[in-house]
């Protein structure tokens, strides 16, 4: 079965210094992986997905992340972190299983930023 | 033009109720699902639908009843409710294999 690990419950950065949130999956063939923010008392928006091709995606927001397929990863990546940045980040991993697609979530990384 | 809308945002109930949360989709999507969002923010799958018919059933007690009158619409009603159902409850939908677009949630309280 497919599954998600965030390794990092909570990160907090201060505003303009750089951002990496780790994520590793685990699933048997080419996984498709996305990326989503929750903002508090909101619903799940999506950064970025990675289905195949270049393995650096480029997403909303000023996010990247990169594909490593070798150490199972999927890390997504951000310059210069803003205070609007402050939310839930999630990782998931989609199977490519037909008709009983469906998204498994990590547990999520809390992002705090600092002025 | 909400792409997926879900009603009511916030449910306050007492334990035994009987209550039902709506999900509607304007993208044209062919799948929906329900997860469930626990207090410490995991989300779970509970229920897919392709079509109007049942995908996934992820060992969710059968108190909880998905319906799909149609392939834009996925409605969950749970009975006899329970304090352990308290969650954020997420409709979403995508199209085939893709992302799932989340609606806003429904926050369950139960007392």
């Known amino acids: 079965a497919q599954s998600v690990t965030q390794p990092d419950i909570h990160i907090t950065v201060s505003e303009g210094a750089s951002l990496e949130l780790r994520c590793n999956y685990s699933y048997g063939a080419t996984p498709y992986l996305f990326w989503y923010v929750q903002s508090p008392g909101q619903g799940l928006q999506l950064l970025l997905k990675y289905f195949s091709g270049d393995t650096l995606v480029q997403g909303i927001k000023g996010f990247e992340a990169e594909f490593k397929r070798s150490q199972s990863s999927f890390n997504l990546r951000k310059p210069s972190v803003h205070w609007s940045d402050a939310a839930e980040y999630f990782c998931a991993v989609g199977d490519s299983g037909g008709s009983n697609y469906k998204l498994t979530f990590g547990k999520g990384t809390l992002l705090t930023v600092n002025p | 033009d909400t792409a997926v809308s879900q009603t009511p945002k916030y449910l306050v109930t007492q334990m035994g109720n009987d209550k039902s949360i709506k999900c509607e989709q304007n993208?044209?999507?062919?799948?929906m699902y329900w997860y469930k969002q626990d207090s410490k923010k995991f989300l779970k799958i509970m229920f897919s639908y392709n079509n109007k018919e049942l995908i996934i059933n992820e060992t969710v007690p059968n108190r909880f009843s998905p319906k799909s009158p149609d392939k834009a619409h996925l409605n969950l009603h749970i009975n006899s409710l329970e304090l352990g159902d308290s969650a954020v409850y997420f409709c979403?939908?995508?199209?085939?294999?893709?992302?799932?677009?989340f609606g806003n949630g429904t926050r369950l309280t139960v007392t």
């Open positions: 979403a939908s995508s199209q085939s294999v893709g992302p799932l677009h």
């Open positions: 993208l044209g999507h062919d799948t």
